[in-house]
């Protein structure tokens, strides 16, 4: 089975207001947090060492492609700037799903 996921920016003038403070970088979290589950789950059924250099490798693309994210949307997105709080909530998001992942995993 083949899964694919694109998480793609939007211009700043189509993300809905929410009155939260902080609520961008908990959706950063949540959508990064996601991708790598979604990754690990498949990884188990392939039955693949959450610690083997493959997983390894793979959590970092996911980190640098939110960093990449991030510089992209400064640079080219209208109405959007880069947030290196964005950034940190990307790898927050991987890294506390990879965490959790492998907590119950044992």
């Known amino acids: 089975v083949n899964h694919n ?6 211009t700043g003038t189509n993300i809905p207001l929410v009155p939260i403070l902080g609520i961008d970088k908990i959706i950063h979290l949540l959508i990064f947090g996601l991708l790598t589950h ?7 059924k392939r ?29 080219f997105v209208t109405n959007r ?10 790898f927050i998001g991987v890294i506390s799903s ?9």
Do not use: M
């Open 81 to 90: 700037i880069a947030d290196i709080n964005d950034g940190i909530a990307n």
């Open 98 to 106: 990879y965490c959790i992942h492998t907590i119950i995993k044992r």
């Open 47 to 75: 039955k693949k060492n959450l610690r083997s250099l493959h997983v390894i490798l793979w959590l970092f693309v996911f980190v640098l492609y939110g960093i990449v994210l991030e510089w992209y949307q400064g640079r």
């Open 5 to 10: 996921i694109l998480i793609v920016p939007v």
């Open 38 to 44: 979604l990754y690990l789950v498949e990884s188990n």
